[in-house]
């Protein structure tokens, strides 16, 4: 059974760090698509990031240069490494997986991906 779990949300200040996890049970985490989404308040989820069995990487523009992806395999864990937070980051950060290996160039699009975790809360004061 497919199970994604994150963990690491929290709240902190701006210019700060925080690493999320998402635990991954029912396939192995290099064998999908997988990424982080955020979702502010009511609006539509946002793509922040995604990895590949490829290992071909995607950013949003918004947080290139401040955030990073990584899978441990051994561990069935993805990661995302946040630095130098800012307050327009403060959302619920959700980690997703599509049914395939590729993610493609329509990587933020929420709804090719089936499997979701429940979310983890990230505020940053300023």
């Known amino acids: 059974q497919v199970h994604l779990a994150e963990s690491g949300g929290g709240s902190v200040q701006a210019g700060g760090s925080l690493i999320l996890s998402c635990a991954v049970s029912?396939?192995?985490?290099?064998?999908?698509?997988m990424g982080w989404f955020r979702q502010i308040l009511r609006k539509e989820r946002q793509g922040v990031a995604v990895t590949d069995l490829g290992s071909i990487i995607r950013y949003a523009d918004f947080v290139k240069g401040r955030f990073t992806i990584s899978r441990d395999d051994a561990k069935r864990t993805l990661y995302l490494q946040m630095n130098n937070l800012k307050p327009d980051d403060t959302a619920v950060y959700y980690c997703?997986?599509?049914?395939?290996?590729?993610?493609?160039?329509?990587?933020?699009?929420?709804?090719?991906?089936?499997?979701w975790g429940q979310g983890t809360q990230v505020t940053v004061s300023s």
């Open positions: 029912g396939f192995p985490v290099s064998s999908r698509c």
């Open positions: 997703a997986a599509k049914s395939n290996y590729y993610c493609g160039g329509t990587w933020t699009m929420s709804t090719e991906y089936i499997y």
